[in-house]
């Protein structure tokens, strides 16, 4: 990677986007030494412009940003840094540094959810016990909050059709789960079919 630092005093912005929702977390400055250091560990490393020193994110609350992938734009002078964070990332405790009603990709945060109930399941998860009663009884309930959204569409209101339509994705995320797909898959689907 060949990052242009002369371009800016020795530092450039860096992007901390969230891997998995692609929620922008925060924004950075690194030198090069940052830069280096961040790539050794894994952990994001900034260059603190109040503090003049390297400052790795966590350091001192824990919540550390690992590391997914690195990519530079294409004037060679911004990063952006997907990561894994481990807690909120803002100092304010907020999961971002830029205020929203909350999260847009939700959605992405959920896949996880269930994925980890999947992995370490416990009696009392409602993943768990739908995952117990089978294949077709997941696709049975797809089909059942799909035909409930439908009826929610023509007839009720709109609370009701929001409550219908969250059900409907909250199901075929389980489903997807059981058939070893993902919300990627779909998006890459859709994204061939608009090409």
Request: charge should be negative; aromatic fraction near 8%; include cysteine.
């Amino acid at each position: 990677m060949n990052i242009d630092f002369k371009k800016s005093d020795g530092l450039v912005p860096v992007v901390i986007q969230d891997a998995q929702t692609l929620e922008v977390l925060m924004l950075g400055y690194m030198n090069e030494e940052a830069f280096q250091k961040t790539e050794k560990e894994g952990r994001v490393t900034f260059f603190s412009r109040t503090k003049n020193r390297l400052w790795t994110k966590g350091e001192e609350s824990g919540n550390f940003l690992n590391v997914k992938s690195i990519s530079l734009d294409c004037d060679q002078d911004t990063l952006l840094i997907k990561v894994n964070p481990i807690g909120p990332t803002c100092h304010t405790g907020s999961r971002s540094c830029f205020f929203t009603d909350y999260n847009q990709n939700f959605i992405f945060q959920l896949e996880n959810i269930i994925k980890d109930r999947y992995e370490n399941p416990t009696a009392e998860s409602y993943v768990n016990k739908l995952r117990n009663k089978g294949l077709n009884k997941i696709a049975q309930k797809v089909g059942e909050e799909g035909v409930e959204t439908v009826i929610a569409a023509l007839a009720e209101t709109e609370k009701d059709l929001i409550n219908e339509s969250s059900d409907l994705v909250f199901h075929l995320l389980v489903l997807l789960k059981e058939k070893g797909l993902t919300l990627n898959d779909i998006a890459k689907n859709l994204e061939s079919r608009h090409q």
